[in-house]
């Protein structure tokens, strides 16, 4: 290559390099503040702030749903695995909620660590499936746990 | 290696000619691709069991996304051999593909917000993959603009190779995003390295839809490229008598 063009390219490079680092260490003292939301276990924590708008996201717990009969409020627990954390919310939810579903929810703790939301997004995972194959999958998992619970019956 | 393909590349005169060669190839594909992929996609494909058929907005919102990321990668690519090797012809693929680009990056936009209202329960939302995306659909603007604002040919195109070199920083921040931070956007569905998340009679169409959108962008391309050579070349007998033949 001529000289002068390698001497452009590798200045070139270089430069590409340094914005590269530059805006690596702008993004990473940022972290938090792009994260969406803060997880069940950051809000019991203590790293979520009391008072402030904040969002929390995770799993709606299995069984966890309660609804209001007279109102549209309803009560459900968020959970990551290891922490869960109440969540109040009173409105329409999307159509995609449903215990398991991983859901984000925009709101105010209380001093309990209750978030008294006023806005839940459902969060879509990448899995895609026809109807058919999930109806399908739900039989085998359910066959599955009859024959566990049928080989081990005291162990219900 | 032959570097001969490469130098050729400078003459606006031979590529002209051998684009005017793939032109109706790339159209042909093209059609058909987006034809038997859109009509597979969304009439044929199966329903998604969780979203029904709003899923099926991805046959247009991916193949868009996709191609507004590579059209990025690609005026940095014309950037960089623009200002290494004084090539015109890059200056002249970067101004033509910028616009291209910022269009796709608008339609993945618009149909991503129209199906996060029934998915997610909102049109918007600033979390890092969207954000990013729409920074991507800045920089377009922002391509287009600069090009626009400064009337001397040579500067223009040197600044604009510059700011598409920086601006490609963004790319695998878009592409990161929704492992580096919680995002409410879901992760990828095709990875390289892992089976795709999604039965093959729903990503077969896509694929299709995929190709079907580069060929439209290969098109669209070369088409607004041979009008900008021919404006730049007036002045040359060749391009004179290209003309002439068009009439």
Same mark, same amino acid.
């Given at each position: ?6 001497? @452009?390219? !590798? &200045?070139?490079?270089?430069?590409? =390099? +340094?914005? $590269?680092?530059?805006?690596? *260490? ?42 209001? @009969?007279? !109102? &549209?409020?309803?009560?459900?627990? =968020? +959970?990551? $695995?290891?922490?869960?954390? *109440? ?51 739900d039989k085998v998992n359910q066959m599955k746990l009859d024959a ?9 | ?247």
């Open positions: 290559m001529h000289p002068q063009r390698k001497k @452009r390219l !590798s &200045l070139i490079l270089l430069a590409l =390099v +340094g914005i $590269g680092i530059a805006v690596a *260490l702008a993004l990473s003292a940022l972290q938090q503040n792009i994260n969406l939301f803060y997880t069940p276990s950051e809000i019991a924590t203590g790293h979520a702030p009391i008072d402030t708008r904040i969002r929390a996201g995770g799993l709606v717990v299995d069984g966890s749903l309660e609804r209001s @009969r007279d !109102s &549209l409020d309803v009560r459900f627990k =968020v +959970g990551d $695995g290891a922490e869960e954390v *109440l969540v109040a919310f009173s409105g329409i939810l999307p159509d995609l909620f449903r215990e398991g579903q991983g859901i984000v929810a925009l709101g105010k703790l209380d001093e309990n660590r209750m978030l008294v939301a006023d806005e839940v997004l459902a969060k879509h995972d990448e899995e895609y499936m026809p109807p058919e194959v999930a109806q399908a999958m566990s619970s049928a080989a081990s019956p005291e162990a219900k | 290696m032959n570097w001969s393909f490469f130098h050729k590349l400078g003459s606006p005169k031979w590529f002209f000619e051998i684009s005017g060669r793939w032109l109706p190839w790339f159209t042909a594909a093209g059609v058909l691709l987006l034809l038997v992929g859109s009509v597979w996609g969304l009439f044929f494909a199966p329903q998604d069991y969780q979203q029904g058929n709003s899923f099926r907005i991805i046959y247009i919102h991916v193949p868009a996304a996709f191609v507004a990321q590579s059209c990025y990668i690609m005026l940095a690519v014309a950037g960089i051999v623009g200002l290494v090797w004084r090539m015109k012809l890059a200056h002249v693929a970067l101004k033509c593909a910028a616009p291209i680009g910022a269009w796709m990056t608008f339609i993945a936009l618009v149909t991503g917000a129209i199906w996060g209202k029934p998915t997610w329960g909102t049109y918007w939302v600033w979390d890092a993959r969207l954000t990013s995306m729409l920074i991507l659909l800045f920089l377009y603007f922002g391509i287009i603009a600069l090009g626009q604002a400064i009337s001397n040919r040579e500067t223009s195109a040197k600044a604009t190779a510059v700011l598409a070199i920086v601006g490609v920083v963004n790319i695998p921040i878009i592409k990161y995003s929704v492992d580096w931070w919680n995002t409410l956007h879901q992760p990828a569905t095709f990875k390289i390295t892992e089976k795709p998340a999604m039965p093959v009679e729903m990503w077969l169409p896509l694929l299709l839809m995929v190709l079907g959108f580069y060929a439209l962008f290969t098109v669209s391309l070369l088409m607004r490229m041979r009008v900008e050579i021919l404006r730049r070349e007036n002045r040359t007998r060749w391009a004179r008598e290209a003309m002439e033949k068009m009439l």
